[in-house]
């Protein structure tokens, strides 16, 4: 069935470095790729995402990359701060699927 | 605007008890998805409805659990008897048209099975 692996599980990182968050996705057919960021004690929120027509796509702090030949897509973090702490989650659907398929969360550590 | 309503935030009960979960959708969605998040899997889809119809409940552990969702505005998620593995946070999620759009979550349900 439909699987997506996601690396690390935990990452620490001093304040001002960046993070990188990577994920493989096992259906060819995907075409949907989004991310969410959970904070302590609340519901996972989407960040940014990323659809299979584009490689990358950015947003402040943050980017996505998307390679589609070899099934993994990757989070990047640029300049970090303490309030980046939090579990981050990517996901995978394919068209007309109508759900979305998580991988098993990272939880990022940023040290002031 | 409000978004996704879960009640109750904290559930403490028995097992062998009924537990029934209850999910407010954000007004004008028309999926509602619920999840469960353990330490040991993760965040699981369970079940999700479109235009209240239930489209894929493959992710349901057992006939212990089900799913209604009665109209657009409302869905309850009732586990009966409860057992203590099923302690876990239990999230609704909404959003129009399905998968490729953003999910809104709620802030979840705590249940703790004693």
């Known amino acids: 069935g439909e699987n997506v692996e996601q690396h690390p599980s935990t990452l620490s990182v001093q304040e001002g470095d960046s993070a990188v968050i990577k994920c493989t996705y096992s259906?060819?057919?995907?075409?949907?790729f989004p991310w969410y960021k959970q904070e302590l004690g609340k519901g996972p929120q989407l960040i940014i995402d990323i659809r299979s027509n584009v490689g990358e796509k950015k947003d402040q702090r943050i980017a996505v990359t998307l390679n589609k030949t070899a099934k993994h897509f990757s989070l990047h973090i640029t300049e970090t701060q303490p309030e980046d702490s939090a579990v981050y989650f990517c996901a995978a659907s394919r068209p007309g699927g109508g759900k979305l398929i998580f991988g098993q969360g990272t939880e990022l550590s940023v040290k002031p | 605007d409000a978004g996704v309503i879960q009640s109750p935030r904290h559930e403490v009960t028995e097992m062998g008890q009924e537990v029934t979960l209850r999910c407010k959708p954000i007004?004008?969605?028309?999926?509602l998805f619920w999840y469960r998040q353990t330490m040991m899997r993760g965040l699981e889809l369970l079940i999700y409805?479109?235009?209240?119809?239930?489209?894929?409940d493959s992710g349901m552990p057992e006939d212990r659990f089900s799913a209604k969702m009665p109209n657009a505005s409302f869905s309850t998620l009732k586990i009966q008897p409860s057992e203590p593995r099923d302690s876990a946070v239990y999230f609704c999620a909404s959003n129009l048209s399905g998968g490729r759009e953003t999910q809104y979550f709620g802030p979840g349900t705590r249940l703790l099975v004693l």
């Open positions: 259906d060819s057919a995907s075409n949907y």
């Open positions: 007004s004008g969605h028309n999926s």
């Open positions: 409805f479109n235009n209240n119809v239930p489209i894929d």
